[in-house]
C-alpha cells in the first residue's frame, strides 16, 4: 500500500517559486513526523524540513529556511519553495519517521518527484 505520494515537480526558472504536495496515509500519520527530503545527483540525501503530526510544530534546515516552508493542511503536507537557484534541483521526497533531519530516522517513503531549475 503506497503511503506517501508526492507531486508538484516540474521546470522552473532560476528565482521561481513552487510548491510540492505529499499525500499522506492515516497509516504514516501515525508517525511522529512528515518530513521533506531532496537528493542531487551524486549526493546524499538532505534533510530540509518537518513537521509534527502531533502539534503542527516545524523545524527546518539552516541551508533553506529563509526560502522553504512546510506546512500540513489534513492529510496533505506541503513544501513552499521560493526564490529557486542552481543549488536546488533534485529528486524531492516526502517521508514519515521519528522527526529529525536525518533521513536513516524515517521509515516510510514517498516516490520522490523531480525539481530542475533552469532557464
Known amino acids: 500500500q503506497v503511503q506517501l505520494v508526492e507531486s508538484g515537480g516540474g521546470l522552473v526558472q532560476p528565482g521561481s517559486s513552487l510548491t510540492l504536495s505529499c499525500v499522506v496515509s492515516?497509516?504514516?500519520?501515525?508517525?511522529?513526523?512528515i518530513g521533506w527530503f531532496r537528493q542531487a545527483p551524486r549526493k546524499g540525501r538532505e534533510g530540509l524540513s518537518i513537521?509534527?503530526?502531533?502539534?503542527?510544530s516545524t523545524h527546518s534546515a539552516d541551508s533553506v529556511k529563509d526560502r522553504f516552508t512546510i506546512s500540513r493542511e489534513k492529510n496533505t503536507v506541503y513544501l513552499q519553495m521560493s526564490g529557486l537557484n542552481a543549488e536546488d534541483p533534485a529528486v524531492y521526497y516526502c517521508?514519515?519517521?521519528?522527526?529529525?533531519?536525518?533521513?536513516?530516522?524515517?521509515?516510510?517513503w514517498g516516490q520522490g518527484t523531480q525539481v530542475t531549475v533552469s532557464s
Open positions: 513537521i509534527s503530526t502531533n502539534d503542527g
Open positions: 517521508a514519515a519517521g521519528a522527526g529529525s533531519l536525518r533521513p536513516a530516522e524515517y521509515h516510510l
Open positions: 492515516e497509516f504514516a500519520l501515525g508517525y511522529y513526523a
